[in-house]
């Protein structure tokens, strides 16, 4: 009996000793400190996505599907009701044509969702789900499926997380949207898209007999260095005298002092090393199957140092001048000749020169000898002398290009010799060949070319003249017998097909109209004569684009008083946000942003964005065109901020509302005004009216103009203006009450207004 009893005791101690401890567990559960959490299975798929799939890229880049996003309760409860919003990271956007997937165990649990088990995402940056019953008979597993992302930059990103905002989920700490705080619902990371091409650094120049080291990157489209390209065989050529001496990153034969290596890339470069004992300009060229391998560059091995002051330089020997290599006197017919045009002299000019070597089929050779010219800061000269060394039998024309967007409205002048017009010059009469130097000179122009008596009611363009020259064996040609053209890339100039070709006649002092032909953004024409040219614009072209611009506050340059012209004057260099924007030119509004031009970037706006946008809008150019491209590419001062897709919808909101696109400077501000919170200038009756009815859909009574709120709700209604700050919260449940007055998801411009309107406006029922 004792022994029972001793039993009986001992398990009843066990006992107290177990509802103890639950007692105490209780008590701690109740106060907090111990708590269930649920557990996530996060999305992956998403933290190594190339940058091909980018939205900026070339043809914009497609969608990837995540794996689900699944939480599961570990008990009742604790997903909260409310709005649940999953938010990805910056530079990612959602597939809003692709519905996500939802999977509940709806029956077991007891949860109850507003949602359809299939919807599309509500906003590109982000989708939401509503709980309006808490699990209650079971714990709830929530499934997120399908849903599809591409990142939207053009640079390699780190792994941000997709986070979760709005109600309470236990154990789930919301973020801010930054990607780094609050708890991971999935990591999504960008990396260099595919092997693109091979990029040459620009190498240091350097003394005769020192090695230079040159890096070669194999690259993707956005110009990123592709670390995993281990595999990229690359014929590296050098000209002249000079030598690969070494390769110190990447795999070659192992016995290198040739002048042409086949190196294989090692974690996406080439690292090589180059000398030369003869003091030159050595020419760099890259070779590959199948990647772009445009890319050249080339190293200057000056002469070392002499003691001697080195004065004797007559006689034809080569004097080294800024890179140039002249030869004065000589007479020779393929010998170098000094500079056709004189170049400006002074202590404070400062030159920059490049040289380029290239051939064509028929053996003719061609040195470029580039070179910009500044009196201290200000950009006086660009230029080119090419020296071109007729083949025996000449086939190919030669086409000389100079880049002048830096200093002319014209992005660049092009100088075309045919092959009849090359042979008749550059061809003895006995056919040996001679030496033929072309020479394009970029500038301002003379005093006597911009007065009223030359131009003859005429627009200079920019005041700047472009001087063409042709030399063989030491004469300047003034006459061709066979015509060559000239033409002027005119794409960032508005209106171009309303312009000409002029020609300078030095013994009247006057511009002859040479007229042109123009076609794809390129004006032509042929000339016989050579000397300084210009683009000009007559009375009769100004007049039809003052037609087509009937009300501008500023056409091209002519500024506008009362619809009349008062004469030329040059377009001011500080322009306004929305004379950036209608002048339509993508390197001055990345400028202004701050931002690299990318033309992938462009490419990408175009195809997804602007080619619906324009569709139905009439008399459009291509100008027109290009500034949409822009603005929805690169943004703007104020509108920088935006995301591609947002700066579309501010498009969309105008042409809504005005039945067109912008085209005049004061459309563009009008369109920064709906980009930055501020009402428009230009109104529109009807678009007007049909806020008010809308408003009276939403707020089931008339809008009272009075009032700053239904003022406020009529102006985005009307005209789409979005909030100086966004707030997300807000939206969803705009979003909410969109639905449930049209009985339908948000998905045009004018009904996005709506549900921006309902978020900000501050109008009540």
Not at 337 to 355: A, M, S
Not at 525 to 541: C, P, S, V
Request: aromatic residues 8%; neutral net charge.
């Amino acid at each position: 009996m004792h022994k029972i009893s001793r039993v009986f005791n001992k398990k009843t101690s066990i006992l107290l000793l177990l509802i103890s401890l639950l007692s105490v567990s209780g008590i701690l559960a109740g106060n907090g400190y111990v708590s269930a959490a649920v557990n996530i299975v996060t999305a992956s798929g998403g933290d190594n996505v190339s940058l091909d799939n980018s939205a900026s890229a070339q043809g914009g880049g497609s969608f990837i599907t995540l794996n689900p996003i699944t939480i599961n309760e570990s008990t009742i409860g604790e997903i909260k009701a409310g709005s649940h919003n999953f938010i990805l990271p910056s530079q990612w956007e959602l597939d809003q044509n692709s519905p996500i997937a939802i999977t509940l165990n709806w029956e077991q649990s007891g949860m109850g969702i507003t949602n359809d088990y299939t919807f599309y995402p509500q906003s590109p940056y982000f989708f939401f789900v509503t709980i309006d019953i808490e699990s209650n008979q079971a714990p709830a597993s929530l499934t997120f499926s399908n849903i599809k992302i591409r990142p939207t930059g053009s640079a390699p990103t780190n792994a941000f997380k997709i986070i979760h905002s709005g109600s309470d989920i236990v154990g789930v700490t919301n973020g801010t949207g930054d990607g780094v705080t609050g708890t991971s619902f999935g990591l999504l990371k960008t990396v260099a898209g595919s092997a693109k091409k091979i990029v040459i650094s620009n190498p240091a120049d350097a003394t005769v007999g020192n090695a230079v080291s040159v890096t070669l990157e194999v690259q993707d489209q956005f110009g990123n260095k592709v670390a995993s390209a281990n595999d990229q065989a690359v014929t590296v050529t050098v000209d002249g005298d000079a030598k690969i001496s070494s390769v110190t990153t990447g795999a070659g034969d192992g016995t290198y002092n040739s002048n042409s290596e086949v190196i294989t890339s090692n974690g996406g470069q080439i690292v090589l090393t180059i000398t030369d004992a003869t003091a030159q300009t050595v020419n760099i060229i890259t070779n590959h199957a199948t990647l772009d391998h445009s890319s050249t560059q080339n190293v200057v091995f000056a002469a070392a140092a002499s003691n001697n002051n080195n004065t004797n330089n007559g006689g034809g020997s080569p004097v080294v001048s800024g890179g140039i290599t002249i030869t004065s006197g000589g007479g020779g017919s393929n010998e170098a000749v000094g500079l056709i045009y004189p170049q400006p002299t002074g202590d404070n000019i400062i030159t920059v020169n490049k040289k380029i070597i290239s051939s064509s089929s028929d053996g003719t050779k061609i040195e470029n000898d580039f070179m910009t010219i500044r009196d201290n800061v200000e950009l006086i000269q660009v230029r080119v002398q090419s020296g071109i060394s007729p083949a025996a039998t000449i086939k190919d024309g030669q086409i000389i290009t100079l880049y002048t967007a830096d200093i002319s409205e014209a992005k660049n002048i092009s100088l075309y010799l045919p092959s009849d017009c090359l042979g008749n010059i550059g061809l003895s009469s006995s056919g040996y060949p001679n030496k033929v130097i072309a020479s394009i000179v970029a500038q301002k122009a003379a005093a006597e070319q911009i007065s009223e008596e030359a131009r003859d009611g005429m627009y200079l363009f920019g005041f700047k003249r472009f001087t063409v020259g042709l030399n063989v064996k030491n004469n300047n040609l003034l006459t061709l017998e066979k015509p060559t053209q000239i033409s002027f890339d005119m794409s960032g100039i508005k209106y171009p097909e309303e312009s000409s070709i002029a020609w300078f006649d030095p013994t009247v002092k006057k511009w002859v109209n040479l007229g042109g032909v123009f076609k794809d953004n390129i004006l032509s024409a042929n000339i016989t004569k050579l000397g300084d040219f210009g683009i000009i614009r007559t009375l009769e072209q100004r007049r039809r684009i003052e037609s087509l611009s009937a009300g501008q506050a500023e056409i091209l340059g002519i500024k506008v008083d009362n619809g009349q012209p008062s004469g030329q004057e040059e377009v001011s260099q500080k322009l306004t946000e929305a004379e950036i924007l209608a002048k339509g030119d993508a390197k001055t509004l990345a400028a202004s942003v701050f931002a690299k031009r990318v033309i992938a970037k462009e490419n990408a706006a175009y195809n997804q964005y602007v080619k619906n946008l324009v569709k139905g809008v009439k008399n459009l150019t291509n100008l027109n065109i290009y500034a949409y491209t822009n603005f929805i590419a690169y943004g703007s001062e104020s509108a920088f901020k935006l995301g591609a897709g947002e700066r579309v919808g501010v498009l969309n909101s105008y042409k809504a509302a005005f039945g067109k696109l912008p085209v005049t400077v004061r459309d563009w501000q009008d369109i920064i005004n709906i980009a930055t919170g501020h009402w428009t200038s230009e109104r529109n009756t009807i678009a007007e009216n049909k806020a008010k009815i809308t408003f009276r859909a939403v707020y089931r009574r008339e809008a009272d103009l009075t009032n700053k709120y239904d003022e406020a709700a009529i102006n985005i209604l009307a005209y789409g203006i979005l909030p100086s700050e966004r707030n997300l919260a807000s939206e969803q449940a705009a979003i909410r009450t969109f639905k449930a007055v049209f009985k339908k998801n948000p998905l045009t411009a004018t009904e996005w207004n709506t549900v921006r309107a309902i978020a900000y406006s501050g109008a009540k029922r």
